[in-house]
Structure formats: structure tokens, C-alpha cells
């Protein structure tokens, strides 16, 4: 892997790491003044730990800027809110938002930027999409993070009404979940819908296959493109034409760590995604974890950019047990289910792994042949899985909102690993 203007990497790294080392409590004394005098940005930032949501969010207080530290700042962390909406508050006489998320550990989650800060991350998407083809915010249509937009569609809905009024709405983009996605695509391919000005799909937050992209290029007719990120800093890395995730390397700086916090280097080594904020002072982040596995890429892209390139491998939902990532697993499974058994009529399906050799498999809205259903999940999920001896147990709970296709319960852990 070989780093893309160096020197300028090493001037923003040394600018940030100077600003925290000062405003930040938490990273007062744990930088070098040495490799900071040098500009060495790049070194310096090896001498800082490595944190994690749940880190920050025990110290909170220890990473908000000195500028806005008062007693006011406290109900910024109150998270009884709703997440489909986003808050302003006057804080030390300046406009702060924060910004309230789950992600995909379920762990609620506030994060502060100033409006400066938001738009410097919000330019730097749009460029990227513009490149694509010449879109405008009212082309998008935002299944998620849809906070100023007056519009909401229920995807669970069995009438054709959403999805039609959705067909003649002249949204050339859609922003949306890959979870949102496979319950939208069992609606279409029941019905055969044309979207005829819709021209991409952006996926956004978690991993969808080289497979599952072309799945659904096909049929919805547009492009399909995975922009990976988290509330945290917005964009980590998005799609370029040739399918290969590019490192956003204009507002944030991506390592891969092992296990024990070493940098890796070498290209198609696995490790732990952090990421460095070049932009967010209000709330720094600095060698955060987000929880995902990657690795590089190495070579030129024939796309032309010279950006980092990275493999995301969906880490947090590999079942236990195995070296199988259940997301992906299960995600298979329900393409068969849909397109090889002809079930559809069911509006979502989660499964939970409550014991090594046991699954909860839950489906909402179902109106299924329940018999038939269960049969076809349960061959079609031993094609994938090819273990013997588990035992499938169906729910068929309404009321359930899972968060992905698949999280472990396991009775002997108190955490879920998405």
C-alpha cells in the first residue's frame, strides 16, 4: 500500500493532533511534541490510543472541545431522542448539532459538529455523487437519514400505493439502507415495477456483495453504489466505476490495525478499520474503531483516481462458531428464498443465533404458506451454512424492528455482534 501525497497527509494529521493535543482533554500529553514540531503528523498519531464508541461515550466530557465545555453540553448527551431527527443547540453563544446514532451495535450514540464542520463533510459527498452524474439534493429520496425531507415511505406496506406514488415522484437517486433495500427489491420483483428515472442507488453504512450489486443493478436498471461511512465522520470510502471502494482521503485518514494496535501495511491483510477525522474539532475523532474489517487493495485503478482502495469485510456478524460473515450468509439466503422459492409475500425476516447450534428466525408480515416457508429458509440456509444439526426455530413477531438481517445472542453473552 503506498500513501498518496505524503507530505500533505503528514501537514493535516499535524495540524489536527495539534489542536486536540491543546483543546482536547483527553489527548493532553499522550502526543509528541517532537514529531509534531517536524510535521510528522503520520508518526505522532501512532502514540495515540486507539478508542471505540464505547469509550467515548463513557468519557464523554473528555473529548468535547474546551470552546464549548460548560454545564449546558450535558443535555447534547441526552439520548432519549429520535434518531430520524437531528437537534440544534446554543451552546457557549455557538450553533452546535448533534447528531444521535445506534450504528450497528444498537449502543445509542450523540455526536456534535458545527454547521462549518457538517458542510465541509456534506461538499465532499456531493462532489463524489456529482461525479457520477450531475445530481442535486431534491434528486435524492433518503430512506434513511431523511431529516429534512417531508416525505416517509413505509416499506412494509403490502399495497403497491407507496411504491407507485415512489415510481412517479421524478427522484433520479435513492439514499438507503442495503436491509431497506432487500425488503424494497421482494416488492418489485413480486410486481415488476420500472423505476424509469431513477439512475442510483446509494448504499449507505453497512456491506453489500459484489453479487448483491449486481443483483440489484439489474433489477432496478440503474447503478449501484456502496457509500461506506458512519454519523461519526460521514463518508469513510464510496464506489468508483470499476466497483472498488476509494478511501476518502480529503476529510478523514483510514488505518488498518491488528489485534494488538500495529499498523498493517501490506495490501490483502485483514484488520480493524480506525479512522482519523482531518475536519471534526468540536468532537474529534481520532483513531476510532468503527468495528469493521478491511484491507488494501493494491495496484492502480483503472478509474483513474489514486486514492487508497479498500476490502470491507463485515466483521461484526460473523457466526459463532464459524468463519462465516451472517450478514452475507443470510442476505443469500433470502435471494433463494425470493427467487428460487417464490416466496415474497413476507415483509422482513431476521435471524438471531441464541445458541452455537440454534437459530431464531423471525418473520414480520408474513403471508406465506408457513409450512412452505420455513421448509424452503431451512434448505435454502443448510446450502449456505453447511453445518449439521441446527435447529431452526420460526417466530412470526410484527411488532419485532430488527436492526439487521443478522445479530448473536448467544446465552452466555450479554453483547450482540452485528
Given amino acids: 500500500m503506498v500513501l498518496n501525497n505524503e507530505n500533505e497527509i503528514n501537514l493535516k494529521l499535524t495540524q489536527i493532533l495539534s489542536y486536540v493535543n491543546n483543546e ?43 470552546d464549548i465545555k460548560c454545564n449546558d453540553i450535558e443535555q447534547v448527551f441526552n439520548i432519549n431522542k429520535n434518531f430520524k431527527q437531528e437537534y440544534s443547540f446554543l451552546i457557549q453563544g455557538k450553533k452546535i448539532y448533534a447528531e444521535y446514532t445506534s450504528g450497528t451495535t444498537g449502543t445509542p450514540f450523540a455526536v456534535i459538529k458545527t454547521p462549518k464542520e457538517r458542510l465541509i463533510l456534506g461538499n465532499y459527498l456531493w462532489k463524489i ?29 403490502k399495497s403497491l400505493n407507496g411504491i407507485n406514488t415512489l415510481n412517479l415522484e421524478k427522484y433520479k437517486a435513492w439514499h438507503i439502507l442495503p436491509f431497506q433495500l432487500s425488503v424494497l427489491s421482494s416488492h418489485v420483483r413480486e410486481d415488476t415495477i420500472a423505476f424509469k428515472n431513477l ?38 470510502a464510496y464506489d468508483c466505476e470499476e466497483g472498488y471502494l476509494h478511501v476518502n482521503d480529503k476529510t478523514l485518514w483510514l488505518e488498518i490495525i491488528d489485534d494488538n494496535g500495529k499498523r498493517i501495511t501490506e495490501d490483502e491483510k485483514i484488520g480493524n478499520i480506525v479512522i482519523t477525522s482531518l475536519v471534526l474539532k468540536t ?49 443469500s439466503v433470502l435471494m433463494d428464498l425470493m427467487l428460487e422459492c417464490d416466496m415474497k409475500r413476507f415483509d422482513t425476516i431476521s435471524v438471531e443465533q441464541t445458541e452455537l ?47 439487521s438481517i443478522f445479530t448473536v445472542k448467544l446465552k452466555d453473552e450479554n453483547n450482540s455482534n452485528f
Fill in 129 to 157: 455523487r456529482r461525479k457520477i452524474y450531475p445530481f442535486f439534493p431534491n434528486d435524492f429520496f433518503y430512506f434513511t437519514h431523511n431529516f429534512s425531507q417531508n416525505h416517509s415511505y413505509d416499506l412494509s406496506m
Fill in 199 to 236: 439512475k442510483m442507488i446509494e448504499c449507505n453504512g453497512a456491506y453489500i456483495s459484489e453479487e448483491e450489486k449486481a443483483e440489484y443493478a439489474n433489477l432496478f436498471k440503474c447503478l449501484v453504489r456502496n457509500n461506506y461511512g458512519c454519523r461519526e465522520c460521514w463518508n469513510i
Fill in 24 to 66: 482536547i482533554d483527553f489527548y493532553k500529553g499522550k502526543i509528541s511534541q517532537t514529531l509534531l514540531a517536524e510535521k510528522k503528523g503520520c508518526e505522532a498519531l501512532l502514540d495515540v490510543p486507539v478508542v471505540d464508541k464505547a469509550f467515548i461515550k463513557a468519557h464523554h466530557m473528555s473529548f468535547i472541545s474546551n
Fill in 357 to 403: 447450534n440454534m437459530f431464531v428466525v423471525n418473520v414480520k408480515g408474513n403471508m406465506e404458506n408457513r409450512v412452505e416457508l420455513e421448509k424452503h429458509f431451512t434448505s435454502c440456509a443448510q446450502k449456505h451454512l453447511r453445518i449439521n444439526n441446527i435447529k431452526y426455530i420460526f417466530t412470526y413477531d410484527d411488532s419485532k424492528n430488527a436492526k
Fill in 283 to 331: 468532537m474529534p475523532i481520532i483513531r476510532y474503531q468503527t468495528g469493521d474489517y478491511g484491507s488494501y487493495i493494491g495496484g492502480d485503478c483503472k478509474c483513474g483516481l489514486k486514492s487508497k482502495r479498500i476490502r470491507l469485510l463485515p466483521g461484526r456478524n460473523i457466526i459463532k462458531g464459524t468463519t462465516l460473515y451472517g450478514n452475507i450468509v443470510f442476505r
